[in-house]
């Protein structure tokens, strides 16, 4: 009997100390951790010291929930914080590129033309002995594209929580191609280049524009150099490859970065037989494919001078990878002009710029329209830190939509030459930043807060790269050049603010409501 109730004893103390390890020590830790997370941690490492205020601590602290790492995710928990639910005010109609009703009607007339010259194509083809598949158009108003379509507005492509985005990456992967053909700049070469130029007209880069069943157009940039392999040192930055996976990158760090001014950009893995050989209406884009001595599918540039097989691009046999890029609106009813960037590069072997000789360049950019007033100086330098943070240096120009004149955002287009480099940071891509020593508040505040261990920009990054179906999208070293370069812009800020003062440098884009829970956006800045 006694016996048996010190068994009994020995049991319950067992089950109790086991208790006590694997359940109590583990919840103390937990909340233990939870208790740092939600302080001002100083430890974290934002590169401004003293220049941070108040309030930036409060709204770098900010988040909707608390919850621990095990049960939440780096990219949910960075979505949720207060600078990523800045208030937009009201938009009205004179605030959105196109209304409702325009667009359908622009896209019915579209599409009826479409399906005349269709069926044209298909008795052409068929007096040829050539078979074009007939994929019917599914022309649907509430088509993820004309959603992305109908939602650009004056502060960026898309809203925060627009839904459609994702539809529309989903789209791109996975919709039907019911035909390809030349981007209108390849087509406008008609075949005849320059070979004597420096510079290579685009159809050194061999993107199609294809066409989906639901009448939503990508431009497709094929798979042209493996993740692992960097440019070459002796490679002017204007005969670098254009990368398909630079393409999907920058999308998502424009994302992660909450400037959203990059189109919807996702991988695929393309039939280059089926999806764009045997469904081009296009002849002059039929002749330049071939069968490599692999057996693989091969097709190439339509510039006369890479008309040779050695520039080719290959499927394994018939798939290839490559980035499907969203149109935006035609130029017909959302018209753009492209302007050339101020730090614009010497495309030349020998040239170099007055910016790259000049220290105060800067002075002048500012006493000249539109960089004297308003944001275009400031949206400038966006634009530097998000080509510093990929290493593209060949921003030669940018575009603006007109509807929305000078104080419209900067569209951040054609970023396949981004991601090139991991082992170099190329610190004259920050120029104007450097030089004009101005940031946004909004701007500077997530970089910081990028720079934590919490919401860290290769983590996050990394967790949305690998909802992309061509995942790896970058290699882990180039994940790590980004915290990298990141440290390095706050260096640079922080260096300007200590010559100028913060006041100088940091430009205030938005301002707090009342309550310190609701952010609006200043509506008049001047640099």
Same mark, same amino acid.
């Given at each position: 009997?006694?016996?048996?109730?010190?068994?009994?004893?020995?049991?319950?103390?067992?089950?109790?100390?086991?208790?006590?390890?694997?359940?109590?020590?583990?919840?103390? @830790?937990?909340?233990?951790?939870?208790?740092?997370?939600?302080?001002?941690?100083?430890?974290?490492?934002?590169?401004?010291?003293?220049?941070?205020?108040?309030?930036?601590?409060?709204?770098?602290?900010?988040?909707?929930?608390? /919850?621990?790492?095990?049960?939440?995710?780096?990219?949910?928990?960075?979505?949720?914080?207060?600078?990523?639910?800045?208030?937009?005010?009201?938009? *009205?109609?004179?605030?959105?590129?196109?209304?409702?009703?325009?667009?359908?009607?622009?896209?019915?007339?579209?599409?009826?033309?479409?399906?005349?010259?269709?069926?044209?194509?298909? !008795?052409?083809?068929?007096?040829?002995?050539?078979?074009?598949?007939? %994929?019917?158009?599914? $022309?649907?108003?509430?088509?993820?594209?004309?959603?992305?379509?109908? *939602?650009?507005?004056?502060?960026?492509?898309?809203?925060?929580?627009?839904?459609?985005?994702?539809?529309?990456?989903?789209?791109?992967?996975?919709?039907? /191609?019911?035909?390809?053909?030349?981007?209108?700049?390849?087509?406008?070469?008609?075949? =005849?280049?320059?070979?004597?130029?420096?510079?290579?007209?685009?159809?050194? %880069?061999?993107?199609?524009?294809?066409?989906?069943?639901?009448?939503?157009?990508?431009?497709?940039?094929?798979?042209?150099?493996?993740?692992?392999?960097?440019?070459?040192?002796?490679?002017?930055?204007?005969?670098?490859?254009?990368?398909?996976?630079?393409?999907?990158?920058?999308?998502?760090?424009?994302?992660?970065?909450?400037? &959203?001014?990059?189109?919807?950009?996702?991988?695929?893995?393309?039939?280059?037989?089926?999806?764009?050989?045997?469904?081009?209406?296009?002849?002059?884009?039929?002749?330049?494919?071939?069968?490599?001595? =692999?057996?693989?599918?091969?097709?190439?540039?339509?510039?006369?001078?890479?008309?040779?097989?050695?520039? =080719?691009?290959?499927?394994?046999?018939?798939?290839?990878? +490559?980035?499907?890029?969203?149109?935006?609106?035609?130029?017909?009813?959302?018209?753009?002009?492209?302007?050339?960037?101020?730090?614009?590069?010497?495309?030349?072997?020998?040239?170099? !710029? !007055?910016?790259?000789?000049?220290?105060?360049?800067?002075?002048?950019?500012?006493?000249?329209?539109?960089?004297?007033?308003?944001?275009?100086?400031?949206?400038?330098?966006?634009?530097?830190? $998000?080509? $510093?943070?990929?290493?593209?240096?060949?921003?030669?120009?940018?575009?603006?939509?007109?509807?929305?004149?000078?104080?419209?955002?900067?569209?951040?287009?054609?970023?396949?030459?981004?991601?090139? &480099?991991?082992? %170099?940071? !190329?610190?004259?891509?920050?120029?104007?930043?450097?030089?004009?020593?101005?940031? @946004?508040?909004?701007?500077?505040?997530?970089?910081?807060?990028?720079?934590?261990? @919490?919401? &860290?920009?290769?983590?996050?990054?990394?967790?949305?790269?690998?909802?992309?179906?061509?995942?790896?999208?970058?290699?882990?070293?180039?994940?790590?050049?980004?915290?990298?370069?990141?440290?390095?812009?706050?260096?640079?800020?922080?260096?300007?603010?200590? @010559?100028? +003062?913060?006041?100088?440098?940091?430009?205030?884009?938005?301002?707090?409501?009342?309550? +310190?829970?609701?952010? %609006?956006?200043?509506?008049?800045?001047?640099?």
């Amino acid at each position: 009997m006694r016996r048996d109730r010190l068994l009994v004893a020995v049991t319950l103390l067992s089950l109790l100390a086991a208790d006590v390890h694997f359940v109590l020590i583990p919840r103390l @830790k937990t909340w233990y951790h939870l208790s740092r997370e939600s302080c001002a941690c100083r430890g974290d490492n934002v590169s401004l010291g003293d220049h941070v205020t108040t309030t930036d601590l409060w709204l770098l602290n900010q988040s909707s929930t608390l /919850v621990s790492a095990e049960q939440d995710s780096k990219l949910e928990r960075l979505f949720r914080h207060s600078l990523y639910n800045i208030h937009l005010p009201e938009l *009205g109609p004179d605030d959105l590129i196109l209304q409702h009703e325009e667009l359908m009607n622009y896209h019915k007339r579209k599409v009826n033309r479409w399906e005349r010259l269709k069926k044209f194509y298909i !008795e052409a083809a068929a007096a040829s002995n050539i078979t074009i598949p007939d %994929h019917p158009v599914t $022309f649907d108003p509430e088509a993820s594209w004309l959603r992305f379509h109908l *939602g650009i507005n004056r502060y960026a492509l898309y809203s925060r929580d627009d839904s459609s985005i994702d539809r529309l990456l989903k789209d791109m992967q996975t919709a039907t /191609v019911i035909s390809a053909d030349y981007t209108q700049d390849e087509k406008a070469l008609k075949g =005849a280049c320059d070979c004597s130029q420096v510079v290579k007209p685009s159809g050194l %880069h061999l993107k199609l524009a294809l066409k989906l069943q639901d009448f939503g157009k990508a431009m497709f940039k094929p798979m042209r150099q493996e993740r692992h392999e960097e440019t070459p040192d002796n490679f002017f930055y204007f005969v670098d490859f254009q990368r398909h996976n630079a393409e999907i990158a920058a999308f998502h760090l424009d994302r992660v970065l909450d400037f &959203r001014r990059v189109p919807p950009v996702s991988g695929r893995l393309v039939n280059v037989t089926g999806e764009i050989l045997y469904i081009t209406h296009n002849q002059d884009l039929r002749n330049v494919f071939f069968t490599s001595p =692999a057996n693989n599918t091969c097709f190439f540039a339509k510039c006369l001078y890479v008309c040779k097989s050695e520039y =080719a691009v290959c499927g394994h046999p018939d798939l290839l990878e +490559g980035s499907m890029s969203a149109y935006l609106p035609g130029l017909s009813i959302a018209p753009r002009i492209s302007i050339p960037n101020p730090w614009i590069r010497s495309y030349s072997f020998t040239g170099r !710029e !007055e910016w790259e000789v000049n220290p105060l360049y800067c002075d002048t950019i500012k006493k000249l329209y539109p960089y004297s007033s308003g944001n275009r100086l400031l949206n400038i330098i966006d634009m530097a830190i $998000f080509d $510093f943070l990929t290493g593209n240096m060949d921003r030669h120009h940018y575009e603006i939509f007109t509807k929305f004149g000078d104080e419209g955002f900067l569209l951040h287009l054609d970023n396949a030459r981004g991601f090139g &480099r991991y082992s %170099h940071d !190329e610190m004259s891509i920050l120029a104007p930043l450097t030089q004009c020593c101005v940031i @946004k508040r909004s701007t500077l505040l997530r970089l910081k807060l990028l720079a934590r261990s @919490k919401y &860290r920009l290769s983590d996050v990054m990394r967790e949305s790269l690998s909802r992309d179906p061509l995942t790896p999208v970058l290699t882990e070293a180039h994940l790590e050049a980004l915290d990298r370069r990141l440290e390095n812009v706050l260096r640079t800020v922080g260096r300007c603010v200590k @010559k100028l +003062g913060e006041t100088q440098v940091v430009v205030t884009d938005f301002v707090e409501s009342q309550s +310190g829970t609701t952010i %609006h956006p200043a509506t008049h800045n001047r640099v």
